[in-house]
C-alpha cells in the first residue's frame, strides 16, 4: 500500500474525524454565544434591554432549522469537510455584521450565524456514524458534542475581558477571524474525509423532506426528537442568559458572571463525555436521559435561589450541576438518533431531529426573556427552567413503560 492511501486511512480514522469535528464545533458554538455573552455591554450601544437576546437566539435558529434540513441532502453531494468549511464562513459573516452599530445588522448577523450553526452537527454525525464502531458511540458522540461547552466556556472565557479590553466590535472581529482560522485548517483533510461525497446527486425538495418524514414516522426517533425540543429550551436560556442574570440578579460583575457561565460549560463538557460513558456501559441511552432530566429540574430550582453574598465556590458548585445535565445530555441524545437511523442514514435522521431541537430554542429563549420582562426577574425565569425538564422526564418515563409491555407482548407471542 502506498503512502497516500495510508494517510487517508489514518486520517479517516475514528479519533482524527472526532478532532476535526470536535474544533468545528467549538469555533460554531462561541460563533453563537459571542453576541450573548456580551450583551450586558452591547445593549446599551444598540439602545436595547438584555432581554433582546433571547429574540436574538430565536432567530438564529430558525436559520438552523431550515439549514439542518437542507444540510442532509447538501452534506452526502458535497462533503461533510466542505459544507463545515462554508458554515464556519457563514458565522464569520454573521460576526462582522453584528459588529456594527445598528440592531438590524445584528439581527441578520444573527441570522447567518444560524445558517452556519445548523448543518454543522449532521456534517459531524455523517462522518462520525461512518467512523466509529457500535459499542464506543455514545462516548464518541458525547466528546465530540463536548464542542459546544467548549465554545460556551471560551465564549465565557474570552468574550468579557475582550470586550473590556478592546471593546465589543473588535472582539466580535477577533472571533469571526478564530472561525476562518478553523474552515483554512480543515482543509488538508477534505480528500480524505470527503471522498465517499456523491458530485451527481441532485438536490430536490422530496430530498430535503426526508429527515422530517423519516422522524416523524419512527417512534423511537419521534420520542428522542420532543425530548430534545424540551432539553434545548433548558440549554438555550442557560448558555444564553446566565451571564445576564448572575450580572444583573446578583450583581456579579461581567467578568465574574463570565467566569461562572464558563464553569458551568467545563461541567457541560465533563458532562458530556461522563454521561456518554454511562449510557455506553451502564443505564443505556433512556436511563441516562431520564437522569439528566432529574438533575436539570433540580438544578434549575437551586440556580433560581442562588443569592450574590454566597461564596463563589458555592454558586460554581450550582452553576456546573445545571451545566452538566443542562449543557451535557447531547451527546447521549444524538447516539440514540444515529443507532436508531436506519443503515447509512444517521445523518439524515439527525437533520430531521435536530428540526425539533432548534425548535425548542426558538420557542425557548424568548420565552424565558418574556418570562423575565413579564415578572420582573430573571430569578423566576430560570425557575421555570425546572418546566421542561419536568415534561421530558414524564415523557421519558411513558416510553420506557411503552417499551416494557411491548417486549412482554414479544416474549408472550414465542
Known amino acids: ?56 437566539i ?39 455584521l453584528a459588529a456594527l452599530p445598528a440592531w438590524p445588522a445584528t439581527a441578520l ?38 464542542g459546544v461547552p467548549l465554545g460556551g466556556m471560551l465564549a465565557g472565557a474570552i468574550v468579557p475581558g475582550a470586550v473590556l479590553l478592546v471593546g465589543w466590535q473588535a472582539t466580535l472581529v477577533l472571533v469571526a477571524l478564530a ?4 474552515a483554512l485548517l480543515a482543509q488538508p483533510l477534505r480528500r480524505a474525509l470527503d471522498a465517499e461525497r456523491e458530485r451527481g446527486r441532485r438536490l430536490a425538495l ?15 426517533l419521534a420520542v428522542m426528537a420532543a425530548c430534545s425540543f424540551l432539553f434545548s429550551a433548558v440549554q438555550v436560556s442557560v448558555t444564553s442568559y446566565l451571564v445576564t442574570y448572575l450580572n444583573e440578579t446578583l450583581a456579579l460583575s461581567l467578568v465574574a458572571a463570565g467566569a461562572a457561565l464558563s464553569v458551568s460549560q ?29 438533575l436539570m429540574l433540580v438544578g434549575s430550582l437551586l440556580t433560581a435561589l442562588l443569592q450574590g453574598s454566597w461564596p463563589t465556590a458555592v454558586i ?40 425539533f431541537t432548534f425548535m425548542g430554542v426558538v420557542f425557548g429563549a424568548p420565552a424565558f426573556g418574556a418570562i423575565a420582562s413579564a415578572s420582573g426577574s430573571y430569578r423566576v425565569s430560570v425557575a421555570a427552567l425546572a418546566v ?3 415534561l421530558a422526564l414524564a415523557l421519558l418515563v411513558w416510553r420506557a413503560r411503552q417499551v416494557q409491555r411491548e417486549t412482554r407482548r414479544g416474549d408472550g407471542s414465542q
Not at 422530496?206 to 423511537?220: D, E, K, M, T
Not at 460554581?316 to 437511523?341: D, E, F, K, M, P
Request: charge should be positive; charged fraction near 5%; hydrophobic fraction near 55%.
Open 1 to 56: 500500500m502506498g503512502v497516500r492511501p495510508l494517510l487517508e486511512r489514518a486520517v479517516s480514522g475514528t479519533w482524527t474525524v472526532l478532532a476535526v469535528t470536535t474544533a468545528v464545533q467549538s469555533m460554531a458554538a462561541m460563533a453563537l454565544l459571542t453576541v450573548p455573552v456580551m450583551a450586558p455591554a452591547l445593549a446599551p450601544a444598540l439602545g436595547l434591554p438584555t432581554a433582546w437576546v433571547g429574540g436574538f
Open 58 to 96: 430565536a432567530l438564529g435558529y430558525l436559520a438552523a432549522m431550515a439549514a439542518s434540513m437542507v444540510s442532509g441532502a447538501v452534506v452526502p453531494r458535497h462533503g461533510a469537510i466542505r459544507v463545515s468549511q462554508v458554515a464556519l464562513l457563514l458565522c464569520a459573516a454573521g460576526l462582522l
Open 109 to 146: 448577523g444573527g441570522f447567518l450565524i444560524g445558517c452556519g450553526y445548523g448543518p454543522i452537527t449532521p456534517a459531524s454525525s455523517h462522518l462520525l456514524a461512518l467512523s466509529t464502531p457500535p459499542e464506543r458511540m455514545s462516548l464518541v458522540f458525547s466528546i465530540k458534542q463536548t
Open 179 to 182: 472561525c476562518v482560522a478553523c
Open 206 to 220: 422530496s430530498g430535503l423532506l426526508l429527515p422530517l418524514r423519516l422522524v416523524l414516522r419512527s417512534r423511537p
Open 266 to 294: 467545563l461541567a457541560g463538557v465533563v458532562g458530556r463525555i461522563g454521561w456518554g460513558a454511562l449510557s455506553d456501559h451502564g443505564l443505556g441511552a433512556r436511563g441516562t436521559l431520564m437522569l439528566l432530566a432529574g
Open 316 to 355: 460554581w458548585l450550582v452553576v456546573a450541576l445545571l451545566g452538566a445535565s443542562g449543557i451535557g445530555w447531547n451527546g447521549v441524545y444524538l447516539a440514540a438518533v444515529a443507532r436508531q437511523a436506519p443503515p447509512g442514514q444517521a445523518g439524515v435522521a439527525t437533520g430531521g431531529t435536530l428540526l
Open 388 to 390: 421542561p425538564a419536568a
